[in-house]
């Protein structure tokens, strides 16, 4: 196997959301990684407190996958999904379906998450105009939900960042519902908060604004994560779903995050018991190996949109190249077995109790103004540094980084979502070396 160059030319990767002039003038490389650990390019081993990046949920380098992939790409590396099938594809939307909320299991592959959300939009658009309701166009998102890179997905998000070098050219008609963190009321809650349910009440107020009968749907994130760890008041999901199904909305849960495991249930809609009616994933769909996303339709939606036309015409005209890449079914369905036979998700609810008690055992350190969690995952939200805004969580990220684990930041935000194979141990570890670290900064 030839190993990459030890020291690369760093000029011509373009990277994403990195500070690229900063970076390269004192870059961080992983070139391996397995179970828990990442080894740097110097030798040096880290834990991972993020999973990737939320993604690799039945820890790194699984020899299940990596030979199913393998041996899938030897027998057919590829095979078109537009007009021909192959098994795997089928098999793989099989095993989605399985894990799905009862009803949701009509699965249309992608690439990633973005692509995801952007299917879920149009296959709403097309479900409405099935139906002779082709006047619903409007999307309703939420402040601070992060739905990907498309064009669909920084429209109907909330994160001011992401949308204002683009502000001429986002999706028109798009409105956004309030997001729920308010510290003041609900700060260092552990689980979901009791205060804001209220807060879906302002889809009320969007809908005599704007009128039902224009709306398309309702796109949220059941627990927001790359914005910071947001996890929704008791009641707030339900009363969403209530007020789409009132007004005839869709609702979409985009479970890139939350799906398969992350909140000890197999996705956010079965831990909180409301389903919506497209469900958005990718990332721990198959353990992150190979690039995959999907999407899960509910029957109906499936069904208006499948039946509207004349059985020869091509209903939905939409779609990618590599829509269920071989490779791709190959990994998920490796994955999923690990899943169940590995009783991942059961292990991230087990776990989940002692994550819970070691985060919040960061309260009162310095400059920790609020903690959140859910499930395997959490955010520990920092003070700001005055002028500096992430400056401050940068800097712990570093120290972490340095001391041999790997966390998240977003802004001041601290974000931990590791490995659902993690050890108490090493839930330990990640939160001593937070709390040195915090105390190290400035
Ligand atoms: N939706 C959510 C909720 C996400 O967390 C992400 C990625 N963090 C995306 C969409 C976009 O996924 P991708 O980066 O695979 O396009």
């Known amino acids: 196997m030839s190993m990459p160059p030890a020291s690369p030319d760093l000029s011509n990767f373009w990277m994403p959301f990195t500070a690229n002039r900063q970076f390269k003038a004192a870059p961080r490389m992983f070139k391996a990684a397995k179970g828990m650990y990442y080894t740097t390019v110097d030798d040096r081993t880290v834990l991972d407190a993020t999973a990737g990046l939320w993604c690799v ?58 692509e995801s959300v952007d299917t879920a939009l149009k296959i709403a658009l097309a479900y409405h105009r099935a139906r002779g309701e ?19 997905g920084i429209s109907v998000g909330g994160i001011a960042a992401n949308r204002k070098t683009f502000s001429g050219n986002l999706m028109p008609h798009v409105d956004h519902l309030p997001h729920t963190l308010n510290i003041a009321e609900a700060g260092f809650t552990r689980g979901q908060p009791t205060w804001g349910a209220h807060l879906a009440d302002e889809l009320e107020r969007l809908v ?14 059941p627990l927001a994560g790359s914005t910071g760890v947001l996890v929704p008041p008791k009641g707030y999901l ?48 198959n353990n992150a190996a190979v690039p995959m996303g999907a999407v899960a339709a509910s029957r109906a939606v499936h069904d208006a949109v499948i039946n509207a036309g004349a059985a020869n015409a091509i209903e939905f005209f939409h ?30 609810k087990e776990l989940s109790g002692a994550f819970e008690d070691a985060v919040h055992e960061l309260r009162g350190a310095a400059h920790v103004k609020d903690i959140r969690n859910l499930g395997l995952v959490a955010g520990v939200e920092l003070e700001l540094r005055a002028g500096a805004p992430g400056a401050r969580a940068y800097d712990v990220f570093l120290k972490c980084f340095e001391a041999g684990v790997l966390v998240r930041y977003t802004g001041d935000i601290l974000a931990f979502s590791p490995p659902l194979i993690i050890e108490e141990r090493q839930i330990e570890q990640i939160f001593s070396t937070v709390r040195d670290a915090l105390r190290s900064v400035a």
């Open 134 to 152: 082709g006047q619903r166009t409007r999307f309703i998102g939420r402040e601070r939900g992060y739905h990907g890179v498309g064009f669909g």
């Open 319 to 348: 779609g990618y190249t590599y829509t269920a890449h071989p490779a791709a079914a190959a990994a998920a369905i490796a994955t999923l077995d690990i899943y169940k036979r590995d009783r991942l998700f059961e292990r991230a």
């Open 238 to 285: 339900e009363r969403l779903r209530e007020l789409c199904t009132k007004h005839g909305i869709l609702l979409i849960f985009d479970e890139v995050i939350t799906g398969f495991g992350r909140l000890g249930a197999p996705t956010a809609s079965a831990y909180f018991g409301v389903t919506p009616d497209l469900l958005t994933m990718a990332k721990a769909i």
């Open 208 to 221: 005599a604004l704007h009128d039902a009968s224009t709306i398309a749907a309702v796109i949220v994130e």
């Open 57 to 114: 949920n039945a820890g790194h380098g699984r020899s299940e996958i990596t030979k199913a992939v393998a041996e899938q790409l030897d027998t057919m590396d590829f095979a078109p999904t537009f007009q021909m099938g192959h098994p795997l594809a089928f098999e793989a939307a099989t095993k989605v379906a399985e894990l799905m909320p009862a009803g949701l299991d009509r699965i249309f592959f992608t690439n990633s998450g973005s």
